[in-house]
C-alpha cells in the first residue's frame, strides 16, 4: 500500500476532531444513511468488497456485521482513523483488514473486488483526483463488479449547506453520474436521494466497464 507523503482532508477536517467524528455521525443520523448504500449492492457470499476513504470504518463493519459471508478491505490514507477502525473491528469481533493508501493510487491486483464503496469521501478529493479514483476503482473491479457511492447532492442547484473547503470549490454534486461515465464505467445512474443535516445526499451506482 502507498504511503508517501502527500497531503489528505482528514475526517471532521481537523486531526484533533477525530475522536468527535463518530459520535457526531451517530447523533446526526448520517449512519443511518450507510445501511441503504449496502442493501443497494446486493452482497452476496464470497464477495471481497472494498471501502475506499473508509475513515473510522463505520461502513467496513456495518458491511462485515450484516454479511459476515463477505470478505471486507477498508483503505484510508489517515493512519489516526485507521487505528480507530481497526480497535472498532476487534471490539465487535470482525475480521477487516485496514490498509493504509489513497484511492487514487491502490495497489490492490486488477479485477480483484466484486464491490466497491465510497461513502461521503468523494466531495474531499481535487477534481483531478476524482477522475483518478474513479479509474483506479474501474481497474481493481472485476468484470461484473460495481461501484456504490453516496454523498452530497445539489440543493435547489446551489450545493449542500456543510462548510465548503477548497476541496468543494470546483463543483462535484450532480455531475457524479457523468464523471463515472467519463470514467469508463457503464449504466451509470442516481439510485435515490436522501437528507441529512447537513443537507440532500444521493445514492449512486455503476458497473465496471467491460
Known sequence: ??????????????????????????????????????????????????????????????????????????????????????????????????????????????????????SFMFHHLEPSERTATLREIGRVLKSGGSLHLLDFAPRDGKGHRHHRSPHEESRFEGRVVDLMSEAGFVDAKEVAKGKIFFGPIAYYRAERFR
Open 1 to 118: 500500500m502507498e504511503h508517501a507523503e502527500r497531503s489528505y482532508l482528514p475526517a471532521m477536517g481537523k486531526r484533533w476532531l477525530l475522536p468527535l467524528y463518530d459520535p457526531l455521525l451517530s447523533l446526526l443520523g448520517a449512519d443511518k444513511t450507510k445501511r441503504r448504500l449496502v442493501e443497494q449492492a446486493t452482497l452476496r457470499s464470497g464477495f471481497r468488497v472494498l471501502d475506499i476513504g473508509c475513515g473510522t470504518g463505520s461502513l467496513a463493519v456495518l458491511i462485515k456485521k450484516s454479511h459476515p459471508e463477505v470478505e471486507v478491505i477498508g483503505v484510508d490514507p489517515d493512519p489516526a482513523a485507521l487505528s480507530i477502525s481497526k480497535r472498532k473491528a476487534n471490539r465487535a469481533g470482525l475480521t477487516i483488514e485496514f490498509d493504509r493508501g489513497f484511492s487514487d493510487h491502490m495497489s490492490y491486483p486488477d479485477a480483484s473486488f466484486d464491490r466497491v464503496f465510497s
